[in-house]
């Protein structure tokens, strides 16, 4: 049974361009909540979809912005790359209701120069 | 903004040891959970407690939570090597509802 997919697994980037990360959920999950961790800080709640809608947003620009398909996978999209954009870029799946807890992604390393 | 603070930053122990860390937090919570991450890779889910627990144990894995305090603690028994990883407690306020992580501590477990 498949985890969390991520992809790329690193990505490096210029100032001012635009990024687009991917996520495909765990079996059976319908929630994915994305996440940017900077280094040496914990995970920063970005936003989560359900049901191909926005459900809940972290405090982040609307720079940041995401989709989910039918199938459940979502993208997350950054506008207009900055150098603090740098960071480790987690996706989370959860299943119906959130019972069973969440299931992370190996994440995505991205790097602005 | 981050909800838990855990404490210590850094812990370097003998493998063989127990590692205890701490980990506090500001509002009111429904659950919180522990994760690992070796190197700056996925969080792998640890252990969850809900609010109206005290205790829970999950094989080397002992947590204690104090609502009372806003705090928790994650122990670690007869640490090994590969124990060697950051480790964050986050807290939610529902099911599917947004964990909020603390800045972790960085556990070294010396052979």
């Known amino acids: 049974d498949a985890g969390v997919t991520q992809s790329p697994t690193h990505l490096i980037k210029t100032r001012g361009q635009q990024v687009t990360l991917r996520c495909s959920p765990k079996?059976?999950?319908?929630?994915v909540s994305w996440y940017q961790q900077a280094l040496g800080q914990g995970p920063q709640f970005i936003f989560q979809?359900?049901?191909?809608?926005?459900?809940q947003r972290g405090n982040f620009p609307d720079r940041f912005s995401g989709h989910q398909f039918p199938n459940y996978s979502s993208e997350l999209n950054v506008n207009a790359l900055l150098l603090g954009d740098s960071a480790l870029y987690l996706c989370?799946?959860?299943?119906?209701?959130?019972?069973?807890?969440?299931?992370f992604g190996s994440g995505t390393r991205l790097t602005v120069v | 903004s981050q909800q838990g603070e855990e404490d210590p930053q850094a812990l370097s122990i003998q493998e063989g040891e127990n590692a205890t860390m701490n980990c506090s937090y500001k509002?009111?919570?429904?659950?919180l959970q522990w994760y690992r991450q070796n190197s700056g890779r996925g969080l792998v889910h640890l252990i969850l407690?809900?609010?109206?627990?005290r205790e829970k144990h999950s094989g080397r894995l002992r947590v204690t939570l104090d609502t009372s305090k806003k705090s928790s603690s994650l122990l670690i028994t007869a640490s090994r090597a590969a124990d060697t990883a950051s480790y964050f407690c986050?807290?939610?306020?529902?099911?599917?509802?947004?964990?909020?992580f603390g800045k972790g501590t960085l556990l070294t477990v010396n052979p």
């Open positions: 989370a799946s959860s299943p119906p209701q959130g019972l069973g807890g969440y299931t």
């Open positions: 979809y359900y049901e191909e809608e926005e459900r």
């Open positions: 079996s059976g999950h319908d929630t």
């Open positions: 407690i809900r609010s109206n627990e």
């Open positions: 509002t009111s919570i429904n659950n």
């Open positions: 986050a807290t939610d306020r529902g099911s599917n509802y947004k964990l909020t």
